[in-house]
Nanobody, 116 residues
Framework: QVQLVASGGGLVQAGGSLRLSCVASGSIFSIRTIGWYRQTPANQRELVAEITSGASTSYSESVRGRFTISRDNAKRSVYLQMNSLKPEDTAVYYC??????????WGQGTQVTVSS
């Protein structure tokens, strides 16, 4: 199974930007859909963005217009460019395949903290 590792989180002021990376241990060419998820102590884990092998994307209402997901099969990576960050974006961010999501399998996330 391909393992996905998220990185790139950090501390940023409201209105700032961060770029998260998700690097796979193997080829992601055959993976149909990879998504970015986030979780706070007060909320259930939510899907914020998805990208398919054909580069089709979708976003949650809360991040649409601010976040951009992209995929680079050659680099075995998926990225999440986060702009105009808000304090409510503070969360642990995870990347995952739709299959692993459905089976409840998760790796380690990366912490994003947005100060007001």
């Amino acid at each position: 199974q391909v393992q996905l590792v998220a990185s790139g989180g950090g501390l940023v002021q409201a209105g700032g930007s961060l770029r998260l990376s998700c690097v796979a241990s193997g080829s992601i060419f055959s993976i149909r859909t990879i998504g970015w998820y986030r979780q706070t102590p007060a909320n259930q884990r939510e899907l914020v963005a998805e990208i398919t092998s054909g580069a089709s994307t979708s976003y949650s209402e809360s991040v649409r217009g601010r976040f951009t997901i992209s995929r680079d099969n050659a680099k075995r990576s998926v990225y999440l460019q986060m702009n105009s960050l808000k304090p409510e974006d503070t969360a642990v961010y995870y990347c995952n395949t739709i299959v692993d999501h459905n089976f409840g399998r998760w790796g380690q996330g990366t912490q994003v903290t947005v100060s007001s």
